[in-house]
């Protein structure tokens, strides 16, 4: 078991403040003044040490489980032949009609690749404050950054059938830009992958040295992740 109580404590108590702005400077890694003992990689995503908890401290997620089931029900249920559907109800049962017999890799390609085609917009100009869980529903008329796409695209392969438990919308730091950025990351066959808005590709969370997560959510847990790097 580790036991590197002062940095880990530390690293805990950032993650619980919950609060994440996609494209904002990320903060920067522990220096050291001497090259530390090795620690092998974790094994959670892109190579981290996991440690999983109840929800909590997360406003805006919580938020966005409140209204999101009921809200994309509305959405699909939305009948064109009948009554005058939104732009938004019919967006989504596009996407939901194109993807139900694709298989699953391909199935997160489509969803991924669809819902890249929105706009990037940050909370501030889509919302009027500077860090907003958006629902889908509301992504869909406004768009919005990052963790907003993987919101959607993480309810939409719900109603596809894709099993919450197999899902997560994962917090992290971007190093080679230095900024917080927030991806989905989906589990298919034993492999993690990770569904992007900078990318259409689809790939395994290993193919992303560059990504250090810090926390990740679904609707049953929060799990913390720190880089060995960081327990030194």
Not at 195 to 209: A, G, R, T
Request: net charge neutral; glycine share 6%.
């Amino acid at each position: 078991m580790l036991k590197r109580h002062g940095i880990f404590s530390l690293l805990i108590m950032g993650l619980l403040v919950g609060l994440w702005g996609c494209g904002s400077a990320a903060s920067a890694k522990p220096t050291l003044e001497k090259p530390a003992p090795l620690i092998p990689p974790g094994k959670g995503l892109f190579k981290s040490h996991e440690f999983r908890s109840t929800l909590k401290a997360l406003p805006g997620w919580e938020r966005v489980m409140a209204s999101a089931e009921e809200q994309t029900e509305v959405l699909y249920a939305c009948d064109p032949n009948r009554e005058v559907c939104t732009s938004a109800a019919l967006s989504w049962q596009k996407i939901l009609l194109q993807s139900r017999d694709l298989s699953g890799l391909e199935q997160l390609k489509a969803v991924n690749r669809y819902f890249n085609r929105w706009p990037y917009r940050l909370d501030i100009d889509a919302y009027g404050v500077s860090d907003y869980w958006a629902t889908p529903g509301e992504f869909l008329k406004l768009s919005g950054d990052c963790e907003d796409y993987s919101i959607t695209k993480y309810y939409a392969l719900r109603k596809l059938g894709v099993a919450t438990e197999s899902m997560r919308i994962v917090l992290l730091r971007d190093n080679i830009r230095n900024i917080a950025h927030a991806v989905l990351a989906v589990k298919l066959d034993n492999e993690h992958y990770i569904l992007d808005n900078m990318s259409d590709l689809v790939l395994p969370h290993l193919n992303y040295e560059h990504y250090v997560p810090q926390y990740s959510v679904n609707e049953s847990y929060r799990w913390a992740h720190v880089s060995p790097t960081a327990m030194h």
